[in-house]
Each structure stands twice: as structure tokens, then as C-alpha cells.
């Protein structure tokens, strides 16, 4: 177990230190590091809040498990500042995202970019050679690739970030976005040989969980998809080949149903490590409704996008939050069709969009969201559910079982359908193509002779919505903030028809308690 799991993070993210240097009293004792303990540390970093599980203590002092939950907040800030999602809750920090009215004060940004530095803090912990870095060439080339996925999301969201590759009781200096990204890149390259064989694992195996080299090759795919914003020089050539070691890997797409259950619907329930399901799966966030319990992981994605009337989902929890924003419908059943999903069931509506991923729910609901602060005003989404396809029981009747596949493959399948599509005018090649009917004959609708850029970008919604990409695909894309961003969705920007705001909204600020604390940070521009 982790000496500083419950350390106060302020200085940067140096505050673990102090824990642990530190001499036991018997000079004759010798200490060592718990390095499985540690290990497994870095990755529940991202399923749970802290050693105690949901209803225990934070490892962030100060903030709660909700506020600072990684995939919570993932979701809250890629997912509720953009067309996808809105949500009728009054907490603080829920309006400014749905209004894309945030800043260094905004208390949900403030928690996810401490949960992102505290497992960085937790990978140089691990890394230290006279800790666990000598201790298994595997365990450290996997520890190494989480702590560049941390720094990702740390340089998507916030742009130029404090950055360390050690634990220091100094303050971390700044780096730029780019020389960020730098790192990303060079970490990925340089660990990805020395990570697991890639296989497709199930629950109970050895090394499912686990990150292997198709995580790394994942990451560099999305890494290079997005360079030109990162770093003003494109990369599509080299987005395009990583996606496609990923395409030809074991991690298959899960294309076969089961008990009425779709395959699509298969990746997002109770079982989803043990069917064929997990064959999808290339980082899979653990969740059991004993063992690995968390307010903030799964459990968070299915109770606040249900409410009672929607039906069984494996859980008492309905919490009734999160739904819908028109312009999403839309790009299942149509533009301005939104209002035809008021009054149908979930089997309706897929009927109606003849796409599975189509999982909506619009009983009792409007399609216009006139009310913020009313669940039903808005289709509400039926996509997460801790029911097993197996016809099994769920373990915990609160409690989820359904793990988040943070990466999948069916990713790297839309990257290079965009980056092909990007080098050919455009328009994709016969090989992009494929890419995009591979997804789309999963999900049993029509295919095309050819995929546009714009058709892809409306393709990754329909196939990753609720999943954290949205933010960053419309940022790609020229379509979130600035004054050339022509595309409008309901409530943007704070106003019903929606209203264009400013670039600088595209990076979140550095919150400002971490301005105050340490002085080597500069605001990002525009707050």
C-alpha cells in the first residue's frame, strides 16, 4: 500500500514527499517497497478515490471522491462542454461546464487536474530506482505508459503543465504543450517493446486490466491524430500506422451479440470482461461491486444518465442527471429529427435509427432541452448498464460490475479512417473506407462507397459518445471555441440557440490555488 495514498497535493504535485523519506526507528530494519502494492496503486488511480473504495477516505485532501473521479470528471469536462451532454444538476462547477462559462476557480477542472497529477505523482514514486523502477522491466515500461497517459490528459485539458519526471520537494516547473507532447511521444516509443504482448484477456486472466503494447500503440495514434493542435505540425502518416498495428492486433471488435443483447450494447455491461466483449478491450478500468467500488467510475456514467422509469439497469441507483443535447440525436435519426425520439422506448428508437448504438430513451421526454434544470426535458441515454448479457447476476445491488474500457479498439479504427481520409482530400480510400464499415456493419446501418472528414467526426459520436473524446474531436476539428467555429449546438456558449465563444476556452485554466502555491506556473491565456 502506498505510504502518501491520503497526502495533500498543493506544491506542484510534491506533497507525497515529505511521507516518504522518512527512517523507521530500528536502525536494523530494513524497508522496502511494497512494488505489486505500489503498481496496483497507479492504475486504481483511476478506478477509485482512494484506498477505502466509494465511501472512503480521498487521496486528494480537501476534495471529495466525486469531485476529483477520474472518469467522472473526464466525462464532465469533454463531455458536458460540448453537443453531446447536459446536465440538469446544480452543483457547483456542473452549469459552467454545460455553458462553457468556466475558470481557475471551477472546482470539477480543479479536481480532475489534481487526480491526473497525483498519478503522475504516484508513477515517479513507483519509477524511483531505490523504490521499484529496477524491480520488473514489464511493470516499469507499464508504469512508465500510464504516467504519459496521465500527462496526455493533463496537456489536452490544460495546455502547459507543471511537469516532473521525479519526486522533487521543489516546486515542478512548466512545460509548454509541445514539449509535452514531446514526451508523450518519446515515453510511448521507448516503452512500448518492454509492455505485455498484446492479447485479447478476460476478467480472471492474467494481465487483463493490464496495459499492453496495443495501449501504447493506441495512445501514439491518438497522440499523433491530434498533433496540429498540440504542436501546429500534423502527424496524420504517422496516426494512420499506429492506428493500423492496432487494427491488425488481437483486440478484436466484439461483433457478436448475445441474448438480445446487441455487441455494441455488450461493451458497456456488468460482464463485460468475461464475454467476448473484453476482446475490445485495450485498457479497461476495473470495477466490481464489492471489491472495487467508486462514486466516481462507471457507476457515475449509468445512474446519472437513467432515471426509474427507463427500466432494469442492475442497480438501485437512478440519479437522473445527465442527457441528451438535441444536436446529438440528430446525428443518429437526422438533422432536426431530434423531436422524433419524444415518446419512444429504447427498441423504438433503435428500430427507428437502424444503428445499435442508438441507445436513447425518449418516453415522457422532450427533444428541445427548454428547462436546464429538468431530467426529462432532454432524450435521456440508455448506453451504460450493469446488466450481465450472460443472464448473470450482478454482485452488489448498488454497485457496479461494469468495467470502462478507457481504450478500445474500435478507436484506432476511426483514427485511421480520419487520418487516411485526411492524406486523400478528404475523402477516404478504400482502406479508410473499410475502417468505417468494419463499425458501422457492427452496428447493423448502412454503409457507403467512401467516408468524408465531417461524415467521421459525426461517426466517432455515434461510436464513442459518453466516453470522453468529444471536447478534443470538436477542438480537432475547428468546430468548439473561436470565432470561426461555425457550428452552434443547443445551450453553447450559455445561450438556447447557441452562441460562439473564445478560443482560450479550448485548454481549461490552471487552477488558481496551484497559481498561488507554486510560482513557476503562468495562466494560460485568455483567464
Same mark, same amino acid.
Given at each position: ?10 506544491? +506542484? ?28 496503486? =497507479? ?9 477505502? *473504495? ?25 463531455e458536458l462542454t460540448t453537443d453531446e451532454s447536459?446536465? =440538469?444538476?446544480?452543483?457547483? +462547477? ?24 497525483? +498519478? ?38 490544460? *495546455? ?18 509541445? $514539449? ?26 492474467? *494481465? ?51 441474448? +438480445? ?42 445512474a446519472s444518465t437513467t432515471k426509474s422509469d ?6 438501485? $441507483? ?5 442527457? =441528451? ?44 432541452? !427548454? ?6 426535458s432532454g432524450i435521456s441515454c440508455a448506453k ?16 457496479? !460490475? ?34 468505417? !464499415? ?90
Amino acid at each position: 500500500m502506498l505510504p502518501c495514498a491520503a497526502a495533500m497535493l498543493t506544491l +506542484g504535485f510534491t506533497s507525497c514527499i515529505g511521507d516518504l523519506d522518512v527512517e523507521p526507528i530500528d536502525p536494523s530494519t530494513v524497508m522496502t517497497a511494497d512494488a505489486v502494492g505500489l503498481f496496483n496503486k =497507479c492504475y486504481a488511480n483511476m478506478a477509485v478515490a482512494g484506498n477505502g *473504495g466509494a465511501n472512503g477516505d480521498c487521496d486528494i485532501d480537501g476534495l471529495d471522491g466525486g469531485t476529483t473521479g477520474f472518469v467522472r470528471q473526464l466525462f464532465n469536462a469533454n463531455e458536458l462542454t460540448t453537443d453531446e451532454s447536459m446536465c =440538469c444538476w446544480g452543483d457547483e +462547477g456542473i452549469p459552467a461546464f454545460n455553458y462553457n462559462q468556466y475558470d481557475g476557480s471551477h472546482p470539477m477542472t480543479r479536481g480532475f487536474y489534481y487526480r491526473l497529477l497525483m +498519478g503522475v505523482t504516484y508513477c515517479n514514486h513507483y519509477l524511483d530506482p531505490e523504490v521499484c523502477g529496477n524491480y520488473d522491466k514489464t511493470m516499469t515500461a507499464e508504469i512508465r505508459f500510464l504516467r504519459a497517459l496521465y500527462y496526455y490528459y493533463l496537456m489536452d485539458c490544460f *495546455g502547459n503543465v507543471p511537469f516532473l519526471t521525479h519526486l522533487s520537494a521543489e516546486n515542478a516547473p512548466q512545460a509548454s504543450r509541445a $514539449e509535452v507532447y514531446d514526451f508523450i511521444e518519446q515515453e510511448l516509443l521507448d516503452v512500448r517493446d518492454d509492455m505485455l504482448d498484446p492479447a485479447a484477456r478476460k476478467f480472471g486472466q492474467e *494481465g487483463y486490466g493490464r496495459a499492453d503494447r496495443d495501449a501504447a500503440n493506441l495512445l501514439l495514434a491518438r497522440l499523433y491524430l491530434n498533433a496540429e493542435v498540440y504542436t501546429g505540425k500534423p502527424q496524420w502518416e504517422k496516426a494512420r500506422e499506429y492506428a493500423k498495428l492496432v487494427m491488425d492486433g488481437p483486440h478484436k471488435l466484439n461483433t457478436q451479440g448475445m441474448n +438480445g443483447y446487441s455487441a455494441y450494447q455488450m461493451l458497456f455491461m456488468g460482464d463485460n470482461g468475461e464475454t467476448s466483449a473484453s476482446s475490445e478491450a485495450i485498457l479497461a478500468v476495473l470495477q466490481d461491486g464489492i471489491t472495487t467500488t467508486s462514486w466516481g467510475t462507471t457507476l457515475f456514467l449509468l445512474a446519472s444518465t437513467t432515471k426509474s422509469d427507463m427500466g432494469e439497469f442492475g442497480t438501485s $441507483e437512478f440519479w437522473a442527471g445527465n442527457r =441528451c443535447r438535441p444536436n446529438f440525436v440528430e446525428k443518429f435519426l437526422g438533422e432536426g429529427q431530434a423531436a422524433s425520439a419524444v415518446g419512444k422506448t429504447t427498441a423504438e428508437i433503435l428500430a427507428m435509427a437502424g444503428d445499435d448504438r442508438a441507445l436513447l430513451y425518449g418516453k415522457d421526454r422532450t427533444a428541445d432541452i !427548454d428547462k436546464p434544470g429538468e431530467f426529462t426535458s432532454g432524450i435521456s441515454c440508455a448506453k451504460f448498464s450493469n446488466n450481465y448479457a450472460s443472464l448473470g447476476t450482478p454482485h452488489n445491488s448498488k454497485f457496479v !460490475d461494469t468495467d470502462f474500457f478507457l481504450m478500445r479498439s474500435a478507436e484506432a479504427y476511426l483514427i485511421f479512417a480520419e487520418a487516411d481520409a485526411r492524406l486523400n482530400g478528404g475523402q477516404t480510400s478504400t482502406e479508410g473506407t473499410k475502417a468505417v !464499415d468494419a463499425l458501422r456493419n457492427r452496428a447493423h446501418t448502412s454503409t457507403y462507397p467512401t467516408y468524408s472528414t465531417n461524415f467521421i467526426l459525426d461517426e466517432r459520436a455515434r461510436e464513442l459518445f459518453y466516453e470522453g473524446f468529444r471536447r478534443t474531436d470538436l477542438i480537432r476539428y475547428g468546430q468548439f471555441g473561436g470565432m470561426d467555429a461555425t457550428y452552434n449546438w443547443q445551450w453553447k456558449g450559455g445561450v438556447q440557440s447557441g452562441i460562439r465563444f473564445d478560443s482560450h476556452l479550448n485548454v481549461f485554466a490552471i487552477p488558481n490555488d496551484d497559481l498561488e502555491a507554486n510560482k513557476n506556473l503562468k495562466q494560460n491565456p485568455g483567464y
